[in-house]
C-alpha cells in the first residue's frame, strides 16, 4: 500500500510507539485519525503530526469499550471519507505473580481486575478496532490493512499472566484475520517488539532494565522509531500478511 493520502488509525497515539509510529506515517503523506484516552497527550501528537505536513485529528476513546470504538469508526469515515488502516497499539501493564508465598503461605495471589482490566484493553480492545476497521473497510469497497502490535511477552513472560495471554491472543488473532480478510483486499499483520524505549518500559525498576539489556544480544533497548519503521514496512509491503514480526534485539525469553 503506498501510504501517501491514505487514512489510517492508530489507537494509543499520545505517547510511545503510537506517537512513533503515527509521526513515521506522517512523514510519508497518510493522514491520521489519532486515538488515546488522555487529550493533553492527543493534541500534541496532532500538532506533530501535522508540522510533520500531515492532516490528523484526535479521538478520545476507550478501545475497551465497544460503543466507544463503534463511534469511533463511524466518525473517523464521516471525517476522512475513507479508512485505508489501522494500528491497533494501545496497550497496558499490570504485572505481577499469578501466586506470591512465603513460607508456604499464599501472600497475593493476581487479582481479577489485573487480569481482567490487561484482557480488555489488550485484547479486547484489538478485537473490536479490528472488527470495525474491518467491517468499515468491506463497506467502504477498499483494500486495507490491519496492524496489531503483540509483544515477545505472547511466548510466556515471568510476572505477566494477563499481558502474556492477552499478546499471544493477539498473534493468534492476527493469522486468522489474516485468513478471513484476504478475500475483501484486507491484509493482516502484527509485530512483536522485545523492549523498547517508551514511557511503558521507563516505568520498570532500574535494576532490573540493566539487567534486561544485559541479556539482549544487540545489548539496548529498541528505539520506538525502529518499531515504527517495521509499521512503515508492513503497510507497503502488499505481499506480507498473516504474520508476526518479531523486533526484539535477537531476544528470547
Ligand atoms: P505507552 O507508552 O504506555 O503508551 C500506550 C498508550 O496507549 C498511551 O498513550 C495510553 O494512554 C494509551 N492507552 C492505554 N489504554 C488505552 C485505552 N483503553 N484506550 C485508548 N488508549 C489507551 O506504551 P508503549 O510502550 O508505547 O506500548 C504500545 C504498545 O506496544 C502496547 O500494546 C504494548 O503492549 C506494546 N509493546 C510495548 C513494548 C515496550 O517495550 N514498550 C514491548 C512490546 C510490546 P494513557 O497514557 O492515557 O493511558
Request: net charge negative; glycine share 10%.
Amino acid at each position: 500500500m503506498e501510504l501517501k493520502g491514505k487514512v489510517i488509525v492508530v489507537t494509543g497515539a499520545g505517547q510511545g510507539l503510537g506517537l512513533n509510529t503515527s509521526l513515521a506515517l506522517a512523514a510519508r503523506g497518510a493522514s491520521l485519525a489519532l486515538v488515546d484516552l488522555d487529550e493533553e497527550h492527543l493534541a500534541n501528537a496532532v500538532k506533530l503530526c501535522e508540522e510533520a505536513g500531515a492532516q490528523a485529528r484526535s479521538y478520545k476513546a476507550d478501545v475497551a469499550s465497544e460503543s466507544d470504538v463503534e463511534r469511533l469508526f463511524t466518525e473517523v469515515v464521516s471525517d476522512f471519507g475513507a479508512l485505508d488502516g489501522t494500528v491497533n497499539n494501545a496497550g497496558i501493564t499490570r504485572d505481577g505473580l499469578l501466586v506470591k508465598a512465603k513460607d508456604g503461605k499464599i501472600i497475593k495471589k493476581m487479582d481479577i481486575k489485573e487480569w481482567q482490566t490487561v484482557i480488555d484493553v489488550n485484547l479486547t480492545g484489538v478485537f473490536l478496532c479490528a472488527r470495525e476497521a474491518a467491517a468499515r473497510m468491506i463497506e467502504l469497497g477498499r483494500p486495507g490493512v490491519i496492524i496489531n502490535i503483540s509483544s515477545i511477552s505472547r511466548a510466556g513472560n515471568f510476572g505477566q499472566t494477563n499481558y502474556a495471554a492477552a499478546k499471544a491472543g493477539v498473534a493468534a488473532m492476527t493469522v486468522t484475520w489474516a485468513k478471513e480478510l484476504a478475500r475483501y483486499g484486507i491484509r493482516v499483520a502484527a509485530i512483536a517488539p522485545g523492549f523498547v524505549n517508551t514511557p511503558m518500559v521507563a516505568s520498570m525498576n532500574p535494576h532490573a532494565l540493566e539487567k534486561l539489556e544485559g541479556g539482549i544480544p544487540l545489548k539496548r533497548l529498541a528505539h520506538p522509531d525502529e518499531i515504527a519503521h517495521t509499521a512503515v514496512f508492513l503497510f507497503e509491503n502488499d505481499y506480507v500478511t498473516g504474520r508476526v514480526m518479531e523486533v526484539d534485539g535477537g531476544l528470547r525469553i
